[in-house]
């Protein structure tokens, strides 16, 4: 998997692997501060669970990850537009305790990581979903403004901190897929027989033979 993909779609993995790392130690660090407690530390160990889970599934199941992590993404979207259009986890002034924060974005960083595994072994798909996974905190502000309880449209916060690296690193996928698309050479395969005078059974001639033997 990691050998056969191009110079480009390695960089926008380990680069996803880098950037996951760290906002992942993050999420769990600022979760087991706020709202700490026994909330806190449930969690972050779903978190990390969900992480681990869903990589698993990106790497053993390479036929059914396109489906399960597109199906996942599509699931994020809508709770992106359903959370902000009827508020199902309060936030700010509205939030309570053990609130898990900015949710959408933390899902999205969820099911990011998985998603750089599935573009390891298929760039399109990966980066179509993390660009995808990428939008998602952009749709719940888009949301919020639409329904008329946002700020205004800022990428801001964890909002902009999750949504503009997972289109980026999402692009340098599809970038990595056009790049790496296999190409025919020049001068290989078999060779017609104009003359229909081929013997029965024998092969086809390829090209590099035919320029052989007229050598």
Same mark, same amino acid.
């Given at each position: 998997m990691w050998s056969d993909a191009p110079v480009m779609v390695r960089a926008a993995f380990v680069l996803m692997m880098i950037y996951?790392?760290?906002?992942?130690?993050?999420?769990?660090?600022?979760?087991?501060?706020?709202?700490?407690?026994?909330?806190?530390i449930s969690i972050s160990l779903s978190v990390v669970v969900a992480v681990v889970v869903l990589s698993m599934v990106a790497v053993r199941l390479p036929r059914l990850a396109p489906t399960l992590m597109g199906a996942?993404?599509?699931?994020?979207?809508?709770?992106?537009?359903?959370?902000?259009? %009827?508020t199902v986890i309060p @936030? +700010? #002034?509205?939030?309570?305790?053990?609130?898990? =924060?900015?949710v959408v974005a933390i899902a999205a960083l969820v099911i990011a990581v998985p998603?750089?595994?599935?573009?390891?072994?298929?760039?399109?798909?990966g980066g179509w979903?993390?660009?995808a996974a990428g939008i998602a905190p952009v749709v719940e502000i %888009?949301?919020?403004?639409? @329904? +008329? #309880?946002?700020?205004?449209?800022?990428?801001? =916060?964890?909002?902009?901190?999750?949504?503009?690296?997972?289109i980026l690193v999402g692009l340098l996928f599809l970038l990595g897929a056009t790049s790496g698309r296999p190409r025919g050479r020049v001068g290989s395969g078999p060779v017609p027989d104009p003359t229909g005078l081929a013997a029965p059974g024998r092969p086809p001639t390829t090209r590099g033979e035919s320029a052989g033997r007229r050598g």
């Open positions: 996951g790392a760290f906002a992942i130690v993050w999420v769990v660090g600022e979760l087991l501060t706020d709202p700490g407690g026994a909330a806190g996942a993404v599509a699931l994020l979207l809508v709770f992106a537009v359903v959370d902000a259009m %009827v @936030r +700010g #002034a509205e939030a309570v305790a053990g609130s898990p =924060g900015p998603l750089a595994f599935l573009g390891l072994r298929s760039a399109r798909a979903l993390l660009v %888009v949301a919020r403004v639409v @329904r +008329g #309880a946002g700020g205004g449209l800022h990428l801001g =916060g964890s909002s902009g901190v999750v949504a503009l690296p997972l």
